[in-house]
């Protein structure tokens, strides 16, 4: 039998999470960690299939015969936009875990907004006892989400569930079952009609600094809510954060909850740390899981030997 082909590693992820990972992954092949000390200086040449996050900016150089390059995370903005790639397809994670987690946040913070959490929080650590009005049931309020991917189809399902009425909106149009779509000449529309707005766009030309005070003043005002809530987990270039920090201060915005910033870790002098109506998760929405991560792109790789074609392989000019 034919020895498989190797594959080398460069993942900017916690060690023990990647070593425990590698112990039962690529099983037959030979495993080049970017992370150990041994490989800085080795020949990567023979190499088909790079797994990547935030690799050395070098890597794709030295492994100058690669075939695909695996990206760590769903996004891929990161590859894309700081390397120098060879003409290579480049695949996406896609994974049920990734997904179920990302809407786990999505719906736990739509939620905590709703009934109000971040001012029982408050009034918690005031010590004081007071029932909060009015106190809207789930049905009253429109969630909008932006970005109709794998990732945002599957929040729009979950939040439909918690009785959410939900809209969505991307920039060519989707058909959803049981979701009203906009596309990008709907967005007046759909802006108008949001409570709640989640941010899960990717990060492309296009998107980068979307989310901006002339977006936050189209959000609908005298909702459910009372005043609209952002949420973005996508990415952090997406969001114009002085913005997001005028548009809470004026009360465009009645709060947020961000998992992603334009620059991490936030700055611990940054505004929305202390602002009692914002939520700040440290990019941990959905943290990819290595060893799901691994069985992807050995899933991938099997696909690709056997001369079928890849999955979730980015579209080089559309940027996702």
Known sequence: MAEKSPVVIDLKFGRASVTDALRNAF????????????????????????????????????ARDL????????????ILSAYELPDLPVVRFVDRSLTDRMSEWVVLQALAHLRRVPAYAVQQR??????IDPQPEARDVTVGIMGLGVLGQDAAR??????????????????IDGIETFDA????????????????????PDTRGIYDARLFARLRQGGALGKPVFINAGRGGSQ????????L????????????????????ESPLWGMENV??????????????????????????????????????????
């Open 240 to 247: 114009v954060e002085a913005d997001v920090v005028a548009a």
């Open 126 to 131: 005031a010590r004081v006892w007071h029932e």
């Open 185 to 204: 000449a709907g967005l007046d529309a759909f802006l108008g009609r949001t409570d709640i707005l989640v941010g899960l766009l990717p990060l492309t």
């Open 158 to 175: 979950k939040l439909k569930v918690m009785g959410f009425n939900v809209i969505g909106w991307s920039r060519t149009a989707k058909t």
């Open 27 to 62: 099983v037959g092949r030979d495993v080049v960690d970017m992370a150990l000390p041994e490989n800085a200086g080795r020949d990567l040449s023979g190499i088909p299939y790079a797994v990547v996050w935030k690799p050395d900016p070098q890597l794709f150089a030295r």
């Open 249 to 268: 201060e004026k009360g465009v915005l009645g709060g947020a909850s961000l998992d992603v910033f334009g620059r991490e870790p936030l700055s611990p």
């Open 279 to 320: 939520i700040v998760t440290p990019h941990a929405a959905a943290a990819s899981d290595v060893r799901a991560l691994f069985a992807h792109a050995e899933e991938q790789i099997e696909r690709f030997e056997s001369g079928m074609s890849l999955q979730h392989v980015v579209d080089r000019k559309a940027g996702y």
């Open 67 to 78: 075939k695909v390059i695996f990206s760590g995370g769903a996004g891929v903005d990161h």
